[in-house]
């Protein structure tokens, strides 16, 4: 079945500084790639999604770019402010059949530092 | 409040208790999700509907794990025998038919179990 590696599992960056959360899956099957940002003691929520037929998606400071070949994908937030502190999880959803779960990552904590 | 909404928020039982969560999805949304979060972990999927048909189980939902979705609606995930490992977070999601697979998953607010 699918599995879905994340990396770092912790980051620290200063405010303002650009943090990367870099994730890696197993079933070249897949073509949907959340992200979801889970704050302490919340649900988590989306944030930004890419699917396979495209190679990078921008929204505002957050983007994430997919490396179908290499099967790795990437979230990336520019210029971080506290408020972005929070666990961010990125996940993987097979396609076809009756597929539907996302296999989600362990989780990286990103702590901005004012 | 027109999100996921999952009850109860929090429950404690005793060890070899059965115990019953309820999960309400965005109206009109035909799939829902059950997933199980673990401190410091990502959340671990364990079963998936489209409208009433329960299309998907993980190897993690043992026997003692049943979901039900009757109408298409509402969905109800009990526990038999609950144990102490089954302590944890257990989320419900729901999405639209529109949009195929990658149609957002939206997350309802949880249900805290421990088992003591």
């Known amino acids: 079945g699918e599995n879905v590696e994340q990396h770092p599992s912790t980051l620290s960056v200063q405010e303002g500084d650009s943090a990367v959360i870099k994730c890696t899956y197993s079933?070249?099957?897949?073509?949907?790639f959340p992200w979801y940002k889970q704050e302490l003691g919340k649900r988590p929520q989306l944030i930004i999604d890419i699917r396979s037929n495209v190679g990078e998606k921008k929204d505002q400071r957050i983007a994430v770019t997919l490396n179908k070949t290499a099967k790795h994908f990437s979230l990336h937030i520019t210029e971080t402010q506290p408020e972005d502190s929070a666990v961010y999880f990125c996940a993987a959803r097979l396609s076809g059949g009756s597929q539907g779960n996302l296999i989600f990552g362990k989780g990286t904590k990103l702590s901005v530092k004012p | 409040d027109t999100g996921v909404s999952q009850d109860p928020r929090h429950k404690i039982t005793k060890r070899g208790q059965n115990v019953t969560f309820r999960c309400d999805p965005i109206?009109?949304?035909?799939?829902l999700y059950w997933y199980r979060q673990t401190l410091g972990q990502g959340p671990e999927f364990l079963t998936y509907?489209?409208?009433?048909?329960?299309?998907?189980k993980s190897r993690l939902l043992s026997d003692r794990f049943s979901a039900e979705r009757p109408k298409g609606s509402f969905s109800t995930l009990e526990i038999q025998r609950t144990e102490q490992g089954d302590s944890a977070m257990y989320l419900c999601?729901?999405?639209?038919?529109?949009?195929?697979?990658?149609?957002?998953?939206?997350f309802g607010q949880g249900t805290r179990l421990t088992v003591v």
């Open positions: 109206s009109e949304h035909n799939r």
């Open positions: 999601a729901s999405s639209s038919r529109f949009g195929g697979l990658s149609a957002e998953a939206f």
């Open positions: 509907f489209q409208n009433e048909a329960q299309l998907e």
């Open positions: 079933d070249s099957a897949s073509n949907y």
